[in-house]
């Protein structure tokens, strides 16, 4: 550990449970019924990243290029799952399409990110793969989670417009050209909006966490800056992907809409 990093002890760590106490008591004043909400969130919170710090600390130790990858591949799984779990769409399977982008897409970005731009030797180092991986995921799968919902919720609303472009003659893509496009930019406006506050608004975690550390600010910012960059590289090139992959699952071979009309 840096001798200049203050430690926190785990009796502090139970001292900060003050801050939900707070948020728990603007619940129980406003009555809006989100104390279950927070104890759970609260507890998946220590228990989910205290396994990952005995975790990382193991795969760091090993430096198995076979142990980081299956990491990868289970924060993927999660990251997929978690998707899957907020956009209520049961007509269309998109899991699958879901699942591999994630996977290739955020493998190439990081890939170059940690190999190309950093410059890591071997590119797979733990240090340097595992936490910018889990940055693109994180990062991307919010994107990805409300680009899918507004698809699905477009193509249900403009039904009869989209079948009426289909009866004269357009095929599936030309009859949802608008519907994609108005979902491809909700998933990338928040990566946008936080390139436009960062620095400014707010300091973003990776440059927080590596002034902490003790690291000079100015090496921090330039990891940001690229960070960044490969964020809305990753949320970009993900969404695309995934948009065009579900979006054919919406549609049979003749091109016919399956989407149900919205109730």
């Given at each position: 550990m840096n001798p200049e990093v203050i430690p926190i002890s785990m009796v502090d760590l139970v001292i900060s449970l003050v801050f939900i106490l707070a948020a728990g008591l603007v619940s129980v004043l406003h009555k809006l019924?989100?104390?279950?909400?927070?104890?759970?969130?609260?507890?998946?919170?220590?228990?989910?990243?205290?396994?990952?710090?005995?975790?990382?600390?193991?795969?760091?130790?090993?430096?198995?290029?076979?142990?980081?990858?299956?990491?990868?591949?289970?924060?993927?799984?999660?990251?997929?799952?978690?998707?899957?779990?907020?956009?209520?769409?049961?007509?269309?399977?998109?899991?699958g399409p879901t699942f591999l982008s994630m996977l290739a897409g955020y493998f190439l970005i990081a890939y170059v990110v940690t190999g190309v731009v950093v410059g890591s030797d071997p590119w797979w180092k733990p240090q340097y793969f595992v936490p910018l991986a889990g940055m693109v995921i994180g990062n991307s799968m919010s994107a990805l989670a409300i680009s899918l919902e507004r698809l699905f919720t477009d193509l249900r609303a403009k039904l009869r417009e989209v079948e009426m472009r289909l009866s004269l003659g357009a095929d599936y893509a030309e009859a949802s050209h608008e519907i994609m496009a108005d979902a491809l930019k909700a998933g990338m406006i928040p990566s946008i909006n936080s390139m436009m506050g960062v620095g400014l608004v707010f300091i973003p975690g990776m440059t927080a966490g590596q002034v902490l550390a003790g690291s000079d600010p100015l090496m921090a910012v330039r990891y940001q800056i690229v960070v960044m960059l490969m964020m809305v590289a990753s949320t970009a090139l993900s969404t695309v992907v995934v948009l065009r992959l579900v979006r054919r699952r919406c549609f049979g071979p003749s091109h016919r809409l399956l989407l149900s009309p919205s109730k």
């Open positions: 019924s989100l104390h279950k909400d927070l104890l759970i969130g609260t507890a998946r919170t220590f228990i989910q990243l205290l396994i990952m710090g005995y975790a990382l600390t193991f795969v760091f130790e090993l430096d198995s290029v076979l142990l980081v990858m299956g990491v990868y591949v289970v924060m993927i799984v999660f990251g997929a799952q978690i998707i899957h779990g907020r956009v209520k769409e049961r007509e269309v399977n998109y899991l």
